[in-house]
């Protein structure tokens, strides 16, 4: 069975352990489901680190990259994925 890019994604990101879910709108990411790693936050006001200066982990955005997807925030508690 082939996977879609976002679906191949999915699988990565749960993988590394990243808050990733899907419901009936698409591919979110949790930017409120931080523990021992910080996913996401909105609120960085100092990325670096593992974060980008949009205040999402570059592990992230690597996978999402590697599949030509992206995440934009859609509020302060979630990241969209986009680009499938």
Do not use: H, Q, T
């Not at 879910?21 to 936050?41: K, L, P, Q, R």
């Not at 980008?52 to 999402?64: E, Q, R, S």
């Amino acid at each position: 069975m082939k996977f879609s890019k976002s679906g191949r994604a999915f699988e990565a990101l749960e993988k590394i352990g990243a808050p990733v879910f899907v419901n009936e709108d698409g591919m979110f990411i949790s930017g409120e489901d931080n523990g021992a790693v910080c996913w996401a936050d909105y609120y960085c006001e100092f990325p670096g680190g593992a974060l980008d200066d949009f205040g999402v982990n570059n592990k992230i955005n690597a996978i999402l990259e590697k599949f030509g997807l992206f995440a934009e925030w859609k509020n302060p508690g979630v990241l969209g994925v986009y680009g499938d």
